[in-house]
């Protein structure tokens, strides 16, 4: 079945650090969103790319559907401790109403 | 804003018990979605519905049903719980297809003895 894995599971980056974390599909996605979960709490919308090749920023984070719109990735630059959690990306198959998410990566940053 | 409320934050069951876990939305949402989170599996899909009295398998739908009898309350059922069952559930909603981001409600941490 489809598989939407991430790099790495988990990342422990000093405060100011750069993170990346990256998103890999099995299958071409339609579309791709990312959530990110606080420690204790649910996840959270924060984005989603449509189109090939597509980059958005909000703020400090950059997000990118490859061309190919089978991988995707999430930049932080300069993080901060707000920015500990684990974030998710999550595809919807271009053959179906289904969303997979991704297994998730946890970011720990020290101050 | 969005809500998404579940019945129970912490539940404890026995094993074989039937055990049901209520989600309810507040936003007319056409989608919902039950999810069980696990360490290092990020989330499973385990059944969502996109109307009333409508259903879809997601990737994991053993040992579970759901019923959606009302837009805003979507129930999962775990008919004989087990061990292997002990895990985060999470219910999402969304506004039509899954296209739309998914509000998710605070979670129920389930534990079957």
């Known amino acids: 079945g489809q598989q939407v894995m991430q790099i790495p599971q988990y990342q422990h980056v000093q405060e100011g650090e750069d993170f990346t974390t990256y998103c890999n599909s099995s299958?071409?996605?339609?579309?791709i969103q990312w959530y990110k979960q606080r420690p204790g709490g649910h996840p959270v919308f924060l984005i989603q790319?449509?189109?090939?090749?597509e980059v958005k920023k909000q703020k400090r984070l950059t997000f990118q559907f490859g061309e190919a719109k089978k991988n995707s990735s999430l930049h932080i630059t300069a993080t901060q401790t707000t920015d500990v959690g684990t974030y998710f990306c999550a595809g919807r198959s271009n053959t179906g109403n289904q969303f997979y998410f991704g297994t998730g990566t946890s970011l720990t940053v020290i101050p | 804003d969005v809500k998404v409320t579940q019945s129970s934050r912490y539940l404890v069951k026995r094993t074989g018990e039937k055990v049901f876990l209520e989600c309810v939305q507040d936003?007319?949402?056409?989608?919902m979605f039950w999810y069980r989170q696990d360490p290092g599996l990020g989330l499973r899909l385990i059944y969502f519905s996109y109307d009333v009295k409508m259903k879809e398998k997601g990737d994991i739908p053993e040992g579970y049903s759901v019923s959606r009898e009302k837009k805003e309350r979507f129930s999962l059922i775990l008919e004989s719980a087990s061990t292997n069952q002990t895990s985060m559930y999470l219910c999402?909603?969304?506004?039509?297809?899954?296209?739309?981001?998914?509000?998710f409600g605070p979670g129920t941490r389930l534990t079957v003895t």
């Open positions: 936003m007319d949402h056409e989608n």
């Open positions: 299958t071409t996605l339609s579309n």
């Open positions: 999402a909603s969304s506004l039509w297809q899954a296209s739309y981001e998914q509000y």
């Open positions: 790319l449509v189109k090939s090749g």
